[in-house]
């Protein structure tokens, strides 16, 4: 009897006697076949669960069908929501629940670099914005989204002393709840530095507490519509004229009548220091002159009666207009049509960390760069604001000038496709060390760290926004970004569920974990509507405004999603974004003082 115990070659001579129109042969052939078949799924059963008898096939496998079939079912939408990647999480419950697992020690190194993967490129791309959201009125929305943090943090404790619910397993829940991935994997860490051992009971808090963390926000915010009575077009047409906290985003191009004679005469580097703002005049058309507009410079002359257009923070705004002397308006591509306004991208690699001043854009080609935006967010122009590589600058000259400004700046795409590894891997590599220091707190008998979900997050945002300063460019593209991300996190979702499916099914039926729901709803729905009522009564936020903030302090990405079909403005997704890293650095941080403090 011909045996082929290969079944690659098996194949391979069933292919080459399929060639032959013989009967006998084409009988021999699907021998040859079926013998290949059934050693394929020999080998592949043999010694279940270890599927072709264990090793690196078998985990490779493994973690592709619990990802795969994962990000399948995260696309079905139940009444427009979806729990989207956490399905992975699922998945490997189910496949660890049938002994379908990987082997310990590299299930720990792929659940731990999943999860640094994931929170770094979190930290690139919120870096940039971070501190300015600060500076630029994101204060207040900031400190709600504190607030909720806060409130969610107390109401774990009142639970777990009420419930005598293990510490760990509260805090698995409250990472749920609250739909904080890298929370769950810092606890885990700390629990793991700690003990010395992994507490399965924290991912079983997080999987059972998640889904309706997703769906108790969503329901928290149309809970939160009803209580205000909200108007929505009323509200939509408040968010897009920049009321409720948004206006103080993103910067605003104004013209104003010069009316003040104490400036009659100056030169614009000479009135700006009488106000003390940050503001750029980009255009100016003079009284009395052949009614053109030219270009600003810093030592163009004010006059009384002039028309400037001027770029400014809108905090400043009122009081630079108030200064200078009142609003008007001027259509100024109509009043000359010689200049034109223009974007351009930098992207030249030595321009990375240069001051606009030494560009020398306005000196050399007669332009002005009247603002920079960076990482969706506006910022003013200012002589000593340091470029990036990725930022995108909006030049204001002549036709030829627009030429010659975009050789200097580069405004290419394909050099920004370049990948940009060295701070990926030099900044993780800081991370860890980082995530490695003790710190000691009052109160708390062991010391924190920050570990390999917060080390990496603090290091991967001070990379980002300061960079720059020390020619190191940081800029990755947004497709790169979420690919790291999205492969971080299916990582790490998938070897928590692996991990902790073995028992999830008993905890569930035999041990009360039905209860940890009940739980986890409470935890979800209390903070968010004490925030949202404070947001709303006490700092009178714009209701979108307030439903991207709430999401935010959840790090619901679902929430945000449902937030922004409500209306057509980007109130919601600003909300979000100017709270998103603080949130996630204190989700991190909370996470683990838990587990050390009461654990």
């Known amino acids: 009897m011909c045996k082929v115990r290969i079944p690659g070659e098996a194949i391979s001579v069933g292919i080459l006697l399929k060639r032959s ?44 069908l619990v990802i795969a079939f994962g990000i399948i079912l995260g696309k079905v939408k139940v009444a427009g929501i979806s729990l989207g990647v956490t399905w992975i999480l699922f998945v490997g419950i189910v496949f660890g629940h049938f002994n379908l697992n990987l082997n310990e020690h590299l299930l720990h190194f792929l659940k731990e670099f999943g999860l640094i993967l994931f929170v770094y490129s979190i930290g690139l791309q919120v870096g940039p914005g971070f501190f300015s959201a600060f500076r630029k009125g994101g204060l207040t929305l900031n400190m709600l989204a504190v607030l909720a943090v806060f409130v969610s943090v107390l109401t774990t404790v009142l639970l777990h002393f009420l419930t005598d ?10 990472s749920g709840a609250v739909t904080n991935t890298p929370g769950l994997g810092a ?51 408040e968010a897009e004229c920049g009321l409720g906290h948004q206006q103080e985003l993103t910067v605003s191009p104004v013209s104003v009548e010069i009316r003040n004679e104490a400036i009659d005469g100056k030169q614009i580097k000479e009135a700006k220091p009488l106000l003390n703002r940050a503001f750029v005049i980009s255009r100016i058309r003079h009284h009395g002159g052949n009614g ?29 207009i108030a200064f200078l002397g009142k609003r008007i308006t001027v259509e100024w591509e109509k009043v000359d049509k010689k200049l034109i306004s223009r974007r351009f991208l930098i992207t030249k690699p030595e321009l990375n960390g240069k001051s606009l001043a030494q ?3 306005r000196k050399n080609f007669g332009a002005s760069i009247t603002r920079v935006n960076r990482s969706g967010v506006d910022l003013v122009a200012a002589p000593n604001l340091q470029l990036q590589m990725g930022d995108r600058v909006t030049v204001v000259g002549s036709e030829l ?68 300063r020390y020619k190191l460019i940081t800029y990755t593209t947004m497709s790169a970004n979420l690919m790291i991300r999205e492969i971080g996190i299916s990582l790490f979702l998938a070897c928590v569920g692996l991990g902790a499916g073995k028992g999830f099914v008993d905890t569930i039926i035999h041990e009360g974990g039905y209860v940890w729901i009940a739980y986890g709803a409470i935890i979800t729905v209390v903070p968010l509507l004490i925030a949202g009522m404070v947001g709303r009564y006490f700092w009178k936020l714009n209701y979108f405004t307030l439903i991207g903030v709430l999401s935010g302090s959840n790090t ?39 587990i050390l403090a009461l654990g």
């Open 165 to 174: 619910i293990p510490i760990t397993t509260m805090v698995g829940i409250l």
């Open 21 to 64: 129109q013989s009967p006998i042969i084409d009988c021999f052939t699907i021998y040859i076949t079926n013998v290949a078949t059934m050693e394929l799924l020999r080998n592949l059963f043999e010694g279940y669960p270890n599927l072709w008898g264990g090793g690196v096939a078998h985990s490779v496998l493994v973690l592709s």
């Open 556 to 594: 619901n990405p679902p929430a945000l999603a449902y937030s922004s079909e409500l209306t057509s403005c980007d109130a919601p997704a600003v909300g979000y974004a100017t709270v998103y890293p603080l949130t996630m650095f204190l989700r991190v941080l909370t996470a683990q003082m838990l």
């Open 187 to 237: 606890a885990q860490q700390a629990n793991s530095d700690l003990t010395g051992v992994d507490a399965p009971e924290i991912a079983l808090g997080y999987a059972v507490a998640y889904p309706l963390g997703v769906i108790g926000c969503i329901l928290s915010l149309l809970a939160l519509k009803y209580l205000f009575r909200i108007d929505a077009g009323r509200e939509e047409a």
């Open 401 to 468: 000038a627009m030429g010659h400004a975009e050789k200097v700046l580069g405004n290419s795409l394909k050099r920004l496709n370049h990948p940009n590894l060295i701070p990926i891997f030099l900044g993780i590599a800081l991370g860890c060390i980082l995530g490695s220091i003790p710190f000691m707190f009052p109160g708390i008998p062991q010391p924190v760290k920050l570990g390999l979900a917060g080390g990496p997050l603090i290091v991967s945002i001070l990379i980002s926004r300061f960079g720059p």
């Open 292 to 320: 053109e507009a030219e270009l600003a410079s810093a030592d163009t002359v004010l006059h009384v009666g002039d028309e400037i257009l001027f770029i400014a923070d809108p905090k400043d705004v009122e009081a630079i």
């Open 359 to 361: 560009l020398k854009i």
